[in-house]
């Protein structure tokens, strides 16, 4: 038996912050816990120079990826192959074949037949399509993986948004499905496994027909829909309203999920966050498990995961025999799923070979992980074969010369006993001429700068003046007396504070002094210096450190939100981002889970009605007691 997984992620990171990822977390552990010899990975969100070594050099798994060649974090989608059961015989990225394989800049399309998957869309397709085949390819939406006994496509479609992208997400399904037919003219079966971003009909999507009445669409332009009614095309027993589209006569794909469950209700994969729609289970079934008709009878089982969370989407998948039909022949399903020879009889003949079976797409073959070595390795590097000499022979004049050379700008030639290898950190015992040229300046004339300063002792006042007359850091923590010792001249200028604690010289008694000025200090290190001022300024206005802090808290503090009708539970909030003159503002919603019927409910335990704009709540600021 052989394991085809599907899921959107949402982020390659983003499952390992759940259960049961976070205990184990690790990408072979995952794929053990989802049974998976084959994980098809979507919307990965993460860039080239971000992968990590746990993403790419899985233990045992082999792994394939195509991410956004110009927005970064965007997109991307990945498929890991267990190298135990399976490795593919070809690999590429991109649907319409103009991008090139790694190291080359022929593009695919373009390559000899035996060295390509084929099946590309023609010129006329292409044009057909009205859309920019290298800005469709860019975006990192689709992997191709070609085994022996079928293409692999891993896709994740452009999602709606919001109209504003229509035409290229049509593009996009019109270049999938002519690929696909394509591929079926030449005799090759497929699957297509991703998201689509397409529901097929009113059973995949909650309270469909309630939101075919409250857009005013009718059950007809429902299904006529540009990406569904192309979609439906493509898929055996898929509803299509009317006559086919001109070379869409036939479908060729089989929806194996659906299939084994012809009659479930509620079976999605895909839950809207926002409105924390899981918990209720409204949503839309958009990531499929595809096959080609001729293969519907290999498969066993197919289902969704709607347990495993991790993402707002859930694994699908489904399950081959371990002896299918091929055309007439029974045969062993791992012997169709490796290159020749590996397998016989569903024996393994031959281990994977990294050198013979990686393909150049592999993610193992990227520059920034091919070779990698161990970080003992990393941190033992041996001492180049120029300086092991010159240590073993004591430096030789010869090479104290080659090396004066080469400090002074003179190029040395590489392959000579003599070298001496200067780009080396391995120290040499020799003299280095750049010290030994320091050394004799140093003698020669005094530095002009000073690169380091040694700590000044107390002891002695002549080390308290640095060169240029510049002063030691440590004045300025030293006691007045000190100061005043050290240095007559600025005990005029210490600064005196306009205020400070009065207190008298040691010379007057405080309580019998008639003086009607106020001795102002002046603090320096633990002595107090007096001097005699003017009659004392205005006091001081003393503030109620406590009610500024909560004058501030107040001024600064959210306020708190409003209470929903239906529960009484402190509401959430949310943004419109709806195009219209409401785009942009926040409102209030009660916090819990949108239920089955996707309505506002009163009396349940599902989401209530309440709705207020953030701009009409003019509750109270806070006025919780800080701590």
Known sequence: MVRITTWNVNGIRNPFGYQPWRENRAFNAMFDILEADIVVMQELKIQRKDLRDDMVLVPGWDCYFSLPKHKKGYSGVGIYTRQSVCAPIRAEEGLLGVLSPPGSSTCYRDLPDGACVGGYPSALQVAELDVDPAALDAEGRCVVLEFPAFVLFGVYSPAN?????????FGFICALDTR??????????????????VSREEIDTAAAEENMLKDGITREAYFNSPNRRVFNQLLENGKVLGVRDEMREKPVLYD???????????????????????????????????CSTEMKNWFVEANIQEGLMGSDHCPVYAATKDRVDSRGEQVFILDILNPEGMFKDGKRLR?????????????????????????????????S???????????????????????????????????????????????????????RRSTASPPSKILKRKRPTTSSSSSQTLANGQQSLAVFFRTKSALSEA????????????????????????????????????HIGNDITDRPTSPSPEPMRVIDAQASKESW??????????????????????????PGVNCGRQFWICPRPIGPSGQKEIGTQWRCGTFIWASDWNAPSSTAEVQ
């Open 161 to 169: 948004s919001n109209g504003q992208r229509d035409d290229f997400r």
């Open 180 to 197: 696909i037919r394509n591929l079926h003219r030449m005799g090759k079966r497929v699957i297509l496994t991703g998201d689509l971003n």
């Open 256 to 290: 194996l999920c659906r299939e084994f469950h012809p009659k479930r209700e509620g079976m999605f994969t895909h839950w809207e966050q926002k409105i924390n729609a899981r918990p209720g289970n409204f949503g839309s079934r958009i990531d499929y498990v595809l």
């Open 351 to 383: 281990k994977f070979d990294p050198v013979k079976d990686l393909l150049p797409m592999s993610g193992k073959l990227l520059p920034e992980f091919d070779k990698r070595r161990s970080i003992k390795d990393m941190f033992a590097r041996k001492p």
């Open 385 to 439: 074969v120029g300086i092991a000499n010159a240590v073993s022979n004591k430096t030789t004049s010869a090479q104290m010369s080659k090396a004066t050379r080469m400090s002074s700008g003179v190029t040395a030639t590489s392959g000579t006993n003599n070298t001496l290898d200067l780009s080396s950190t391995q120290p040499s015992r020799a003299i280095s001429p750049i010290k030994s040229a320091e050394k």
């Open 487 to 522: 240095y007559p001249e600025i005990k005029e200028l210490m600064p005196t504070p306009e205020y400070g604690t009065a207190k008298a010289p040691p010379n007057m008694n405080p309580q019998t002094t008639n003086s009607p000025s106020i001795g102002v200090s002046s």
């Open 553 to 578: 808290v107040k001024l600064f503090s959210k306020k708190p939100p409003p209470r929903c009708e239906g529960h009484a539970e402190p509401c959430i909030s949310l943004t419109t981002k709806k």
